[in-house]
């Protein structure tokens, strides 16, 4: 199932608005995709990110990919234990996997909702 | 997707693999993961769809001849059911495909890439034009199924008549197998395992599918992906066609001189002579990188400040646990004990080792 509480984008990353900050992190289908996850290198909190530009890159036996950011801001907060425990981004992408928290003043716009995202996880399906 | 189904691809959908176009083919990525389908293939046995390959027998008057000048292994002493890998090479020494050499009876069976089907065919049948050599192109009319492991012959034992045990490696026999005479069974694979290669009527691929993975249940038989191939093949030194190997590449540059006869004349006999005496500019190495990331295809190799080469191949090995790779390197810099790479914009230690990675114990 795909949470509605959050919103997508078209190259499988979350954004969640928690407060005044936004959490960012990829979705289940991702995981599944990319499978044997081996590495990933995240911003430092103090950060700039920039909507459509990459925030890190997520690496897995297949192929590394770059974590689009949907949001403009700084970075406050990084989940940083993922370096050493990428089973979180595995297993519970949604919620232990989360990357990075950031203040976004102009917020979450343009992105899919859940339902809009499971069309395009069905379009790239298997 | 517009890739070229095989017979078995609605085996796939329906066992929820993911799939990729591959050399223009709709095929199975992996089932599960990679590395659980790499390790599953090493400890127990897996199942592996090969009909994109591309099965081409010769025949008629003058074909040993033809093959034996087209080739770049030796054939004459070839006894029936002997198979040996070649390449076929340019008259500059340069690689057109790596292939299989099966001696039947009365023609001779080659097992070609996938990718390279169409170019193959076509440089067989220009060479073949004029002669009464038959080029028959049996891509479509064969289905290629393949059983890798150390169970291996637990499980062929079930469905072949005969002994399938008693079949040398890189040897074949011709034998009933599903209910199905005169089918071609060969101890062969691209995973550094015992197993087995089985070539019989496409129509019948579904059904030889499943009767498989119901008579390997015991055994743990699990149908494996492209990915997982790939990590067993590395693992195991073999060469991949667009990597170790390519249009560039000679024999002598792909540490593959063991499946060359410099004795006889075949075409790019002469060039391949002539470089082995002057030397090659670069040769293939196998190196490990300690650290996560994994080296890819196309990322820089270094000795000291100097780029000397490029990595071919890489994977984390899950035999090794360690990432692996291959590189062209620079001759000069190919027997130096360690050497770097530009990991993204990092500078990494690799460290070379003689190829294989992996050799099983027999």
Not at chain 2, 33 to 55: N, P, Q, T, Y
Not at chain 2, 82 to 99: C, Q
Not at chain 2, 207 to 229: F, H, K, N, S, T
């Amino acid at each position: 199932m795909i949470p509605n509480d959050r919103q997508y984008l078209e190259s499988h990353e979350w954004a969640k608005k928690e407060g005044d900050l936004v959490v960012l992190g990829i979705t289940d289908f991702a995981v599944k995709h990319l499978t044997d996850l081996v590495y990933i290198k995240l911003p430092a909190a103090g950060d700039q990110l920039k909507k459509g530009d990459r925030f890190g890159e997520i690496e897995s036996v297949k192929a590394v990919s770059d974590l689009m950011s949907p949001v403009d801001g700084e970075v406050v907060e990084v989940n940083s234990e993922l370096v050493d425990a990428l089973d979180r981004v595995a297993n519970d992408p949604y919620h232990a996997g989360w990357m990075v928290k950031v203040r976004a003043p102009s917020g979450i716009s343009s992105m899919l909702d859940a339902a809009a995202y499971q069309k395009v996880t069905e379009a790239d399906g298997h | 997707m517009n890739a070229q189904r095989t017979p078995l691809s609605s085996e796939h959908e329906r066992a929820r693999a993911q799939m990729v176009n591959f050399s223009g083919w709709y095929m199975p990525v992996h089932y599960t993961s990679i590395l659980d389908e790499a390790r599953h293939v090493r400890k127990a046995v897996g199942l592996f769809d090969l009909c994109h390959m591309g099965r081409v027998r010769l025949s008629g008057e003058g074909y040993a001849d033809l093959v034996d000048r087209l080739v770049t292994c030796k054939t004459r002493n070839m006894k029936t059911g002997v198979i040996r890998y070649a390449m076929l090479t340019r008259e500059d020494g340069t690689t057109i495909d790596d292939v299989l050499v099966y001696r039947e009876p009365d023609s001779i069976f080659l097992c070609i890439n996938a990718g390279n089907r169409n170019r193959d065919l076509a440089w067989l049948r220009a060479h073949a034009a004029g002669t009464n050599v038959v080029v028959d192109d049996l891509s479509e009319r064969f289905a290629m199924i393949a059983l890798q492991g150390p169970k291996s012959v637990d499980v062929a034992r079930k469905l072949c008549e005969g002994d399938p045990g008693a079949v040398k490696y890189y040897g074949f026999t011709v034998t009933t197998f599903c209910g199905m005479p005169n089918i071609m069974v060969s101890r062969t694979g691209y995973t550094g395992e015992d197993g087995y290669e089985f070539y019989f009527p496409a129509e019948r691929a579904v059904d030889v599918w499943r009767a498989l993975l119901e008579a390997g249940a015991p055994e743990g038989l699990r149908p494996i992906g492209l990915g997982a191939r790939d990590t067993l093949r590395l693992e195991a030194g073999m060469p991949l066609f667009g990597h170790e190997i390519d249009d560039t590449t000679t024999p002598l540059e792909a540490d593959l001189m063991w499946a060359v006869d410099l004795e006889k004349d075949f075409v790019g006999a002469a060039a391949i002579r002539d470089l082995a005496a002057r030397g090659t500019p670069r040769r293939l190495v196998g190196f490990k990188l300690a650290g996560k990331r994994v080296p890819r295809f196309g990322y820089v190799v270094y000795d000291g400040d100097l780029a000397i080469g490029e990595v071919r191949s890489g994977t984390f090995s899950p035999t090794l646990e360690t990432n692996i790779g291959t590189a062209f390197v620079g001759t000069a810099s190919a027997d130096k004990k360690q050497l770097s790479l530009d990991l993204r914009g990092s500078r990494e230690a690799i460290e070379i080792v003689p190829l294989p990675f992996y050799r099983r114990a027999r």
